[in-house]
């Protein structure tokens, strides 16, 4: 199911550079999940956590529920937001970097580093 999902998000990333609109922002789903962003103050935080060997794990501290972990720190800003997506049942193919953040907002995190 992670490559069917993984391999329709491509091809609809590729379609967006051909100038192929999906009218993401007009789909149900992804107004309820703007809606409930907004009601938490715009943003959702993460609690991160990285452990001794390199793993590490992200935790919503405003909304229950979304978590994601991975063994590397490598892919973990698209492991976050494929999450946020999941969380709220946003295909594949309606999801793009854009509806979660502008491009001039900084991501911010907390993460707490065990010694």
């Given at each position: 199911?992670?490559?069917?999902?993984r391999?329709?998000?491509?091809?609809?990333?590729?379609?967006?550079?051909?100038?192929?609109?999906f009218h993401?922002?007009?789909?149900?789903?992804?107004?309820?999940?703007?809606?409930?962003i907004?009601?938490?103050?715009?943003?959702?935080e993460?609690?991160?956590?990285?452990?001794?060997?390199?793993?590490?794990?992200a935790e919503?501290?405003?909304?229950?529920?979304?978590?994601?972990?991975?063994?590397?720190?490598?892919?973990?800003?698209?492991?976050?937001k494929?999450a946020v997506?999941?969380?709220?049942?946003?295909p594949?193919?309606?999801c793009?970097?854009?509806?979660?953040?502008?491009?001039?907002?900084?991501?911010?995190?907390?993460?707490?580093?065990?010694?």
């Amino acid at each position: 199911m992670r490559l069917k999902n993984r391999t329709i998000y491509t091809a609809a990333q590729m379609l967006r550079r051909w100038g192929v609109s999906f009218h993401e922002t007009s789909d149900l789903r992804v107004q309820k999940m703007q809606r409930e962003i907004r009601a938490v103050g715009g943003t959702i935080e993460f609690a991160i956590e990285q452990f001794p060997d390199g793993s590490w794990t992200a935790e919503s501290k405003n909304i229950d529920g979304i978590i994601t972990g991975g063994l590397t720190t490598r892919d973990m800003a698209s492991l976050i937001k494929d999450a946020v997506f999941t969380y709220f049942g946003i295909p594949p193919h309606l999801c793009t970097d854009a509806l979660l953040r502008a491009g001039d907002e900084p991501i911010t995190s907390t993460q707490r580093v065990y010694v």
